[in-house]
């Protein structure tokens, strides 16, 4: 069955960077894309931006564009996300998801399979 | 980006009832329109996609209708199991967009 599994939380200064890790499992990682959505404490779900596992493709969110940057690893099957410059509302649940399908044009689709999210809080 | 609006914020419903789910984009989406439940604590999980297709393993009291700038998700006959907040999201034009939430709580 397909699986997303997700770093553990993480707590961070301000202006610090975090990575999170999501490990996929279940089918065969370089035929759909991931995504990352987070969520800040009792809001909505807001799209971060979009990697091809074939080659490595991006696409990021205009408002997180330089402070984001999206990677895959083939030999285990995870992707990753980094996000620099950290600031206090930047504090939020990220996931990744998975491309609903397998061809994706400007990492336009729906999600068909989530990780479980991991929480970021950014405190001093 | 086109904005997605869901109404209402919260919608009370009995066990056993009919809900009905609004969601309206900013401009036409064509039928590129997914749903998704989320629980306390939990990840999204995909219902509807296609505005109309059912994920695979989503029971058929889930149902979603609607092309261009209004959609609706009806759940027949409501389940202790899906009381939770609904999103919609639309993948027609870059970048991929949320609505707000709908909560579905208990009366």
């Known amino acids: 069955q397909v699986q997303l599994v997700q770093s553990g939380a993480e707590v961070k200064k301000p202006g610090a960077s975090v990575k999170v890790s999501c490990k996929a499992s279940g089918y065969t990682f370089t035929s759909y894309g991931i995504s990352w959505v987070r969520q800040a404490p009792g809001q909505g779900l807001e799209w971060m931006g979009w990697?091809?596992?074939?080659?490595?493709?991006?696409n990021y969110a205009q408002k997180l564009q330089g402070r984001v940057t999206m990677t895959t690893d083939t030999s285990t099957s995870t992707a990753y996300m980094e996000l620099r410059s950290l600031r206090s509302d930047d504090t939020a649940v990220y996931y990744c998801a998975r491309d609903g399908i397998v061809v994706v044009v400007a990492a336009l689709t729906h999600f068909d399979y989530w990780g479980q999210g991991t929480l970021v809080t950014v405190s001093s | 980006e086109i904005v997605m609006t869901q109404s209402p914020a919260t919608l009370s419903v009995s066990p056993g009832e009919r809900a009905t789910l609004s969601c309206r984009a900013s401009?036409?989406?064509?039928?590129?329109l997914a749903w998704y439940q989320q629980k306390p604590g939990q990840a999204p999980r995909l219902l509807i996609y296609g505005a109309s297709t059912r994920a695979t393993g989503i029971p058929a009291r889930f149902s979603g209708s609607g092309s261009g700038t209004e959609f609706t998700l009806t759940i027949s006959s409501l389940q202790s199991e899906d009381f939770a907040v609904y999103y919609c999201q639309q993948y027609n034009n870059w970048p991929n967009t949320f609505g707000q939430g709908t909560k579905l709580e208990i009366k």
């Open positions: 990697i091809s596992a074939y080659n490595g493709n991006t």
């Open positions: 401009q036409s989406v064509s039928s590129n």
